[in-house]
């Protein structure tokens, strides 16, 4: 077989030094005789021999064009390195771009079509919502190239989707006795491990999974929540709440250092209600997921196989987030809500039914050997590699530009993500907590951390809801954005700004809507 010469940009300063995934991925690439060779901004010219007969050439990046690389992988969608090393070498060669998140991706988009990427170039996603993201935005970029700069550059290249992989000899199924030994857990215990956005000002993300937990404890005087801790101070926030609940004694926080050893070891069940995805390792361990219906969570978590997949609620457009200060992104992710009542649902199966979580956790292994084990994926990327390169040697490259970005609109990028998105005719009410809350005038409303939201509107709101209610009539979306906008002026301006505040209401659970519910 044909050695590979493979390009990858390693710059220990964007964090990818020792980065387990790009060292996995040389691992399984080196049976097939693949050489990475990787330009470090920080090391000169160098040979270094890892374990696995893995080989690493690290070499200057000024010296780039005379490697005659087979194919360059850009974990980063950083165009400069890549296009230039195409530009100045021998021979054309394919580039495969890893998608960023799509909040960054907003940003490059202009960078990379005036590139002018190749019909064998290709944009991998890690799924289809964040295909359909992605292509939004490299269409959303050329429209406004053409009609501000009458410039004609569409994106000619692929964008295909290969699912992140997992290493299922790391992520495997533990023995289940010493790992509850490890945290202290009866044998008898129902443990949920829970992993959230870990922000804590926006403890509208970390309220869902509590409150749903808190109805089930007193039905179920075994079962134990598990937060599983990233970083920042997360954890006291939930630890707080948790207190603020009465739940205080059935839930633990655990440091990032032991539960990716033991934790998922002692799990009965993995719930994720905001998106942040470590399911694919749960799954690798043969621990049942209820996940958020967000992103690519619907293509990695088969529903009532594996485990259940959450709905989850939406809006469309949010254009003014394009411009916060933040990109837009931990403002949206704070508006999207999941339907607690089919998260209670379907941990109440769960935990009631210990035959359908052993069924489950053996799926969840078998899908995770089958479909994301690292030969697999790599296998996945050989074939795209061996078909981009057959096109490229037939075709010559065209020279790059360089230029900034233009934002789309956040919800048009992301429609793909939620089940489904809010619409005009949805109708919202007050819950029973909202209205007790209006009743005894002790309204308080989890702030997050980003300036998305406005207090007094969402008061506003409130009052507005309240007002209905006591006239028995539920509120529609359109309607609701009639009485808080009276001013026409700003009416089209601020529509998504309103429904973005109704749908922060329901979040905190002041507020509901009709959502569709999972049966049986």
């Known amino acids: 077989m044909k050695e590979r010469r493979l ?8 964090g990818l030094a020792g980065d387990e995934p790009i060292l996995a991925f040389g691992h399984h690439l080196a049976h ?14 160098a040979a270094v021999r890892f374990s696995h007969e893995r080989y690493i050439e690290v070499v200057d990046r000024r010296h780039l064009a005379a490697l005659e690389l087979s194919v360059w992988h ?17 021979r054309p060669f394919p580039i495969t771009m890893g998608a960023p998140p799509l909040m960054q991706a907003v940003r490059r988009a202009v960078p990379l079509l005036l590139a002018r990427p190749q019909p064998y170039d290709t944009v991998i996603c890690r799924s289809t919502a964040e295909r359909d993201g992605m292509a939004a935005i490299l269409d959303h970029a050329t429209d406004e190239l053409q009609r ?10 692929r964008i295909e989707v290969i699912p992140e992989a997992v290493d299922t000899e790391r992520w495997r199924p533990l023995d289940r006795a010493a790992s509850r030994r490890h945290f202290g857990f009866d ?11 870990p922000d804590a000002c926006d403890e509208a993300d970390l309220l869902p999974v509590l409150e749903v937990f808190g ?8 079962v134990h929540l598990v937060y599983a801790e990233d970083a920042g101070p997360t954890g006291e926030v939930v630890m707080r709440l948790a207190t603020q609940l009465g739940i205080g004694e059935r839930v633990r926080v655990v440091d990032r250092t032991d539960w990716p050893v033991h934790l998922f070891g002692s799990a009965d069940v993995f719930v994720d209600a905001s998106g942040s995805s470590h399911s694919l390792e749960a799954m690798a361990c043969g621990v049942p997921q209820v996940v958020a219906d967000w992103g690519g969570q619907r293509e990695l978590v088969v529903d009532d196989e594996t485990g259940f997949v959450m709905p989850t609620l939406g809006l469309r457009e949010q254009r003014d987030l394009s411009r916060a200060p933040d990109d837009g992104a931990w403002s949206l992710a704070s508006t999207i809500t999941v339907d607690r009542r089919s998260l209670r649902d379907a941990l109440e ?13 053996t799926a969840s292994r078998r899908r995770a050997e089958a479909a994301f084990a690292w030969p697999v994926i790599t296998a996945r990327y050989e074939a795209l590699w061996n078909a981009l390169e057959r096109e490229a040697s037939e075709i010559e490259t065209e020279r790059a530009l360089v230029c900034g970005h233009v934002a789309p609109a956040l919800g048009t990028v992301l429609a793909g993500h939620p089940s489904r998105v809010l619409e005009d005719h949805d109708l919202l009410r007050l819950s029973t907590r909202g209205r007790e809350a209006m009743s005894n005038q002790t309204l308080s409303i989890p702030m997050p951390s980003t300036a998305a939201l406005d207090p007094e509107l969402l008061k506003r ?11 028995g009539e539920a509120l529609a979306v359109e309607r609701a954005m009639g009485v808080l906008l009276r001013n026409q002026a700003v009416y089209d301006e601020r529509r998504d700004q309103v429904r973005r505040h109704l749908l922060w209401l329901v979040k905190c659970g002041l507020a509901e809507f009709s959502l569709p519910h999972r049966e049986d």
């Not at 501000?148 to 290249?157: C, D, E, S, T």
């Open 7 to 14: 390009g990858i940009l390693y710059a220990p300063e964007r």
């Open 74 to 90: 850009d974990v980063v969608l950083d165009t400069d390195d890549a296009f230039g090393a195409r530009q100045r070498g021998h």
């Open 349 to 361: 199966k769960l935990i009631a039914d210990p035959a359908r979580r052993q069924n489950m956790a």
């Open 148 to 157: 501000a700069h009458g410039m004609h550059v569409p994106y000619r290249g």
């Open 461 to 471: 709101a409130m009052v507005g809801l309240r007002h209905f209610d006591t006239k």
């Open 187 to 197: 044998e008898r215990a129902v443990v949920i491990v829970w992993h959230a956005v």
């Open 215 to 222: 109805e089930l404890v007193a039905a179920h005087p075994d």
């Open 32 to 45: 097939h005789a693949v050489r990475l060779l990787c330009a470090s901004r920080q090391r000169g010219d």
